[in-house]
């Protein structure tokens, strides 16, 4: 894949769209499409991403797209895919086409999960795009399940009683994980080949695929638009978010860089600029404690699944999904 062939590739969500300066979800998005190789239909939650490109009556999408409620994205698309697969059973229709779910960590960690998990249980062939953004972004930076434990949002001020987010971030790479899918994987588009060969490997894949997405949002970050894809590449420099996949059971770490302090990632956000006062040094040393242990941990997953699949025991699989 060479950057002058993306260049030169039609573009599937076009200019006009009304995402703010700075977010990054249509870069990801762009990433992701052009990445595809096979014509593909969307299912889109409810969320920022929707809202600002399908303004009535304007569309952004160059793809067949639907919208679906926060709660049922997995599903719709699921249900799409399903009719896909009778319409070729009969013979009706014989060309490929690869089906795309994308929807904010508000529609996937927490609303949209029984969906999800349904979705994936039943062995549906479909990519799952989470477009992490930490936080309810559209409706006026609401904290999510994903939220980072100590950050600000606008419902969890910082103030006497509260320094921000009290709980820690979900993972939802791995609870995806635990379902046994064929590939789940996380990446960031400061690491747009690392983005796009996921996407790929995703769409070759006959079977349920999820791919988490970290996606700086300047509004709710209260950082600058131009440092979106800098915080991108910072956060999985200081192994807060570290690019990893997961193929067929086999954890893979695809980035090991020299490890920055979290503060790094932290100082220019200011959602966060309250931890940087002495008074809260101990949240900022537990989220690195936090950082280095799971790094630790998936390090450790890494090496002992890849040992197993080169002893030949790969983990078992469902027979649905092979
Ligand atoms: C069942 C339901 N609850 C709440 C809402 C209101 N709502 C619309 S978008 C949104 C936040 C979306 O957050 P997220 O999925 O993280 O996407 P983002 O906007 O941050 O990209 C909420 C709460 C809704 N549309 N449906």
Redesign the pocket.
Known sequence: MKLRDIAGSTEHLTCGHRLCTGCA?PIIVRQVLHAAENPVVVAN?????EVATTIYPYTAWKVPWIHS???NTAATISGVESAYRALKRKGKIDKKINFIAF?????TYD?GLQSLSGALERGHAFLYVC?D?E?????GIQR?SSTPRGSWTTTTPVGEKLVGKPEYKKDITEIVAAHGIPYVAQTAPSHWMDLMTKVKKALKVEGPTFINVASPCPRGWRSEPEESMRLSRLAVETCYWPLYEIENGVWKINLKPKKKPIEEYLAPQKRFAHLLKPQNKHIVDDLQRRVDERWEVLQWKAEVSQQRSQQKQPPQTPASQT
């Open positions: 979800e939650a409810t969320g920022c991403l409620a926060f709660e929807a904010g960590d508000g529609g609303i477009l953004n936080a309810y972004m559209n409706t999510s």
